[in-house]
């Protein structure tokens, strides 16, 4: 039972596995309702001979599976979510199979299939005892309104981990390295009174001049954060009718910046502004805390060995009609978006991919210092046990996320990343638990960099899973 036997199973496998993928593909389901997703795979890993244990967290859609006993125990992370919106067949022009509804924009189809895949092929190694140890499959849902992770961790989920590592759909295949920024995600709710807006308006007061005030403030607030630091908002309810002085009205906030502790300063600067826009229109005002998260802290041993099996396995094999039908993709994105994608990377890796609509030979890390703008609650689990992830290259280069042309490759071609994303997590799985000292290493950088206790959730005590968080559009 050697690694290549591993790497084999994956293969054999293969044809399994992208039926998964597909399946999840063609059933999109909206965080924390992934019902169907999870289920495909559960029983994927109940037939391995998984102990599942469902309703994670609060969750009935998030769920552990384990295989083996005692340490180490290695996690890897899944998800399944996708995006309301995007639904979109195989096709090189916006063509929806069902107008306005979820589509996987994000490549999570591919994302949790490959895990799952990871996982069952090590079984063989643990029983031959070729492995000591569990191999632990995180199934996180949610993950595109930033809960599923979050709940767990509160949950204790991750606990237990000697180390964990995940992957993403993208554009390349390549360590991540660089960090994220970290987030909370809250809505404020206002009350006023209603009343006749033409007939009586000195009778009312207005709960959308209360959010219209406070996202003013914030305009003024936006200047004297620091440069990575993010407040955007939408607003959920903003009244029905111009003719009725709204009596309730909403607002959403995603605060971000690179440090928790940032993100609490900045949160407490925006109820202050909230509270003075109560103050100012006569209303009340309460808060509901979705959900919130770390930043990311690459474990450099992790993904160390995450580096060393990419390079291992080698470029996906894409032939000559998935480069075709990636180029049809890539000409609809406009030449300065994938131009400012390309200025993210080295020069010469740059040269060498200009052109190519496809790029998967395995691209060295190379992001160690930067801080990308968005967020991911992987930056949890980072702050709870040593932690890798890297990214596949499921779609063409410089086509942008949660996008039409993400849902037609994740589809088509994209489906291939399952294979090379399953033996690189199932690789370097692989290598942790066949070897104590490389664990060791990585909870030594651990404890020096990040800091054994240095997770305190970002949920207050009264946070509940937000089921009804997509119904308001979230993304
Ligand atoms: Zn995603």
């Not at 003719?243 to 995603?254: D, F, I, L």
């Not at 406009?334 to 200009?354: F, G, K, N, Q, V």
Request: net charge negative.
């Amino acid at each position: 039972m050697t690694k290549q036997d591993v790497f084999d199973r994956i293969d054999e496998e293969e044809t399994h596995l992208k039926a998964i993928a597909r399946e999840i593909w063609q059933t999109p389901e909206l965080g924390l309702h992934e019902e169907e997703s999870a289920r495909v795979l559960v029983e994927a890993l109940e037939d391995g001979g998984f102990d599942v244990e469902t309703g994670v967290g609060g969750m009935p859609t998030a769920f552990v599976a384990e295989y083996g006993e005692g340490s180490p125990r290695v996690g890897i992370l899944g998800e399944y979510d996708a995006l309301p919106g995007l639904s979109q067949r195989v096709a090189s022009e916006p063509d929806p199979v069902e107008a306005g509804g979820p589509g996987h924009g994000c490549g999570h189809n591919l994302f949790g299939t490959a895990g799952v895949g990871a996982a069952l092929a090590l079984t063989d190694a643990v029983d031959a005892g070729e492995l000591e140890g569990t191999v632990a499959f995180f199934g996180c849902p949610a993950e595109e309104t930033l809960v599923g992770k979050t709940y767990m961790a509160r949950a204790g989920a991750f606990d237990d981990l000697d180390a964990a590592m995940t992957w993403h759909p993208g554009d390349l295949n390549t360590p991540r390295m660089g960090s994220s920024n970290a987030l909370n995600s809250l809505v404020f709710e206002f009350e006023g009174e209603a009343a006749h807006a033409g007939g009586s308006p000195d009778s009312g007061r207005s709960a959308l001049d209360a959010v219209e005030l406070l996202n003013t403030g914030v305009e003024y607030m936006r200047e004297h954060v620091s440069d990575d630091a993010r407040l955007h908002y939408s607003i959920p309810n903003g009244g029905m009718a111009p003719n009725v002085v709204p009596a309730e009205a909403s607002v959403w906030y995603y605060v971000r910046a690179p440090t928790r502790d940032e993100v609490e300063r900045n949160t407490e600067w925006l109820r202050d502004i909230a509270g003075a826009a109560a103050t100012m229109t006569q209303t009340e005002v309460d808060e509901r805390f979705l959900t919130g998260c770390y930043d990311y802290r690459a474990n450099d041993v992790v993904s160390e060995t995450i580096w060393e099996n990419m390079e291992a396995v080698g470029p996906i094999d894409y032939d000559d009609e998935d480069r075709a039908f990636a180029a049809e993709l890539q000409a609809t994105v406009p030449d300065d978006r994938i131009e400012s994608r390309l200025a993210d990377l080295p020069d010469e890796t740059a040269e060498t991919i200009r052109g190519e609509a496809l790029y998967s030979d395995p691209v060295a890390p190379f992001d160690h210092d930067q801080q990308t703008h968005g967020s991911t609650e992987v930056g949890d689990v980072s702050y709870i046990t040593p932690t890798g992830q890297f990214r596949g290259a499921t779609w063409p280069v410089g086509t942008p996320g949660h996008s039409w042309q993400v849902v037609a490759a994740n589809g088509d071609f994209g489906l291939k990343g399952v294979a090379f994303a399953a033996k690189v997590l199932a690789g370097a799985t692989y290598d942790l638990l066949a070897d104590p000292d490389r664990v060791a290493a990585a909870n030594e950088e651990f404890d020096a960099e990040v800091g054994r206790d240095a997770y305190e959730t970002p949920l207050p005590e009264d946070a509940e899973p937000p089921f009804d968080v997509t119904a308001m559009g979230a993304d």
